[in-house]
């Protein structure tokens, strides 16, 4: 059974940056890639950033680049999501997400995502 575990969201102002981690347990962690997507309020859940199982490609939103950064550590089976600059915009339910292929080519909607976590809260305030 494959078990994803987020922490680290909170309410912060804007220009604050946050970390975001999400741990995986049940599997062997570098043959899954790994997202992060968002849900606002009435929206639809938004593809953020992926990487691969290995950690050496990544992908993002393109609006997000440069601000989030994603990575993992393997030997901890924990992909981090780093936000900078944080704008009222971001404000969401974010989750992660692992699919059961190291490859994220192609990979940015939820349905090519088999596991989440149970999302964690990011308020930011103007």
């Known amino acids: 059974q494959v078990q994803l575990v987020e922490s680290g969201g909170g309410l912060v102002q804007a220009g604050a940056s946050l970390r975001l981690s999400c741990t995986i347990s049940?599997?062997?962690?570098?043959?899954?890639?790994m997202a992060w997507f968002r849900q606002a309020p009435a929206q639809e859940r938004e593809f953020v950033g992926a990487?691969?199982?290995?950690?050496?490609?990544?992908a993002y939103t393109e609006y997000m680049k440069g601000r989030f950064t994603i990575s993992r550590d393997n030997g901890k089976n924990t992909v981090y999501l780093q936000m900078n600059s944080l704008k009222p915009e971001d404000t969401a339910v974010y989750y992660c997400?692992?699919?059961?292929?190291?490859?994220?080519?192609?990979?940015?909607?939820?349905?090519?995502?088999?596991?989440w976590g149970q999302g964690t809260q990011v308020t930011v305030s103007s």
């Open positions: 997400a692992a699919r059961g292929s190291p490859l994220i080519v192609g990979a940015t909607v939820p349905r090519m995502y088999g596991y």
């Open positions: 990487i691969t199982g290995s950690g050496d490609n990544t």
């Open positions: 049940g599997r062997t962690f570098g043959n899954y890639a």
